[in-house]
């Protein structure tokens, strides 16, 4: 039975890539919570997160399934959308949340493998992935859906040191996102095009910093005590703050953002004005583990 606390609302159906740890799990624990039926993929098998979220909502309307998908992989992605459908009916909201980010390191010091994966995982991927979701979602008769693209650190452009390639491709999100907008609202000069029987709105996500293997492999202590212990966030606090934004997202072109400038603003008040101490972060710069939590080597908690 769903919780006494969940909004009222029909089941929706949800695609969350990446979806095996995380904030992508996080994501998916949330929708369960609210009574959502969803589809995780992951790069990786993700059998082990699937087994953990149907155990949290046993009993409930929720429902879960997981599949291996490489998201730079044209032939993997449309084999995703082929097992989501099956699954799930009527897709409502596709999560493109996977991301790898290659190292904290100088470009220089970088295969072109390493580089050329990042690209493809973090642009091509979410490309390939929304083409797909479009395909899908647009011949869904009367039914109104939407797509949200990732970003990440260098979205706003400046200079992301260590981060030359993974901040390139989370630039480029914004402009894809954009054009995209444009073309399902207004089209394109010169192409007549039947409009699609179903609706689809893009929008751009951004959970900020989060407590996961992509902020904190290669990370130091004087990182981790700034600005991660000020404004980084663990993985359920970002699904629990974001996955109602996004269902409570209408119109097109929207920004759903975890670390608003409000947020900001308050946590360097409490930091930096009244003194207060990071929850996550020690004064030397190591991970505070809590009790009864397991963590990996790098201080990432298990979700599960």
Not at 28 to 39: C, I, L, P, T
Not at 118 to 139: E, F, P, R, Y
Not at 284 to 303: F, S
Request: aromatic share 8%; with cysteine; net charge neutral.
């Amino acid at each position: 039975m769903r919780g006494a606390s969940a909004p009222v609302m029909s089941t929706r159906g949800v695609v969350i890539t990446g979806g095996a740890g995380g904030v992508g799990y996080a994501y998916a624990d949330s929708f369960m919570r609210r009574g959502h039926w969803v589809v995780i993929c992951d790069v990786k098998d993700p059998s082990g997160a699937v087994e953990a979220l149907r155990k949290k909502h046993e009993g409930s309307i929720a429902r879960v399934h997981g599949c291996v998908c490489d998201v730079s992989d044209a032939a993997s992605v449309e084999k995703l959308g082929v097992f989501a459908q099956e699954k799930l009916g009527t897709i409502h909201y596709w999560i493109n949340n996977a991301g790898i980010n290659g190292g904290r390191r100088p470009f220089t010091s970088l295969s072109t493998s390493t580089v050329e994966a990042v690209v493809k995982v973090n642009l091509i991927g979410i490309l390939l992935c929304t083409k797909v979701a479009l395909d899908i979602m647009q011949k869904q008769k009367g039914v109104e859906s939407h797509i949200f693209n990732t970003v990440g650190s260098g979205v706003k452009g400046g200079g992301t040191p260590g981060y030359v390639a993974y901040g390139a491709t989370k630039r480029g999100l914004p402009q894809m996102t954009d054009s995209l907008v444009k073309e399902l609202t207004t089209g394109v000069p010169g192409f007549d095009v039947e409009p699609p029987v179903g609706k689809v709105n893009c929008h751009t996500l951004s959970p900020g910093m989060v407590f996961t293997d992509l902020l904190l492999n290669d990370s130091t202590p004087e990182l981790r005590k700034f600005p991660f212990g000020v404004l980084a966030a663990q993985p359920e606090e970002v699904g629990e703050d974001l996955v109602p934004k996004i269902l409570a997202t209408s119109g097109n072109g929207k920004a759903v953002d975890f670390l608003t400038t409000d947020k900001v603003l308050i946590k360097f008040w409490q930091k930096f004005v009244e003194g207060k101490k990071s929850e996550y972060i020690d004064d030397d710069g190591n991970v505070i583990k809590m009790p009864g939590a397991q963590y990996e080597d790098n201080g990432v908690r298990k979700l599960y």
